[in-house]
């Protein structure tokens, strides 16, 4: 029975470390390269301070790797299997997007 819900701790704990917009988004810039953190500070528009602490929480989590080239830190996804998991919920987003807009279609018309 731990063994069980040391599985389910394990999945939790991925599942939080994803559920902020800014890891999210992270996950996402370096979908297909990697990305110093001096680059994502400015695509992301959040302070450095902010952004390693986003970071230390997804490489934690094994999401993301890093490696150092002189005083530059490049970073990188490091299981792409991650993207298996978020495209079904950007599926599910652009369902209810849909369903929205054939509501709102719909009340036009009455």
């Known amino acids: 029975m731990a063994t069980k819900n040391l599985v389910f ?10 559920a902020h917009p800014v890891r999210l988004e992270i996950i996402e810039r370096l979908k297909n ?3 110093s ?3 994502m500070v400015k695509t992301i528009g959040v302070g450095q301070s902010g952004l ?13 790797s890093s490696r150092q080239v002189r005083v ?3 970073y990188s996804v490091r ?3 991650i993207f298996k998991v978020l495209r079904p919920i950007a599926e599910i987003l ?3 997007l849909r369903e929205s807009h054939d509501v709102l279609a719909h009340l036009g018309r009455v």
């Open 72 to 74: 530059t830190v490049f």
């Open 33 to 35: 390269r990697e990305a």
């Open 79 to 81: 299981d792409r299997d």
């Open 94 to 96: 652009r369902k209810k």
């Open 9 to 18: 701790k394990i999945k939790a704990d991925i599942l939080k470390s994803l």
């Open 37 to 39: 953190v001096g680059q």
């Open 52 to 64: 390693s602490k986003h970071l230390s929480i997804l490489r934690m989590a094994g999401l993301v």
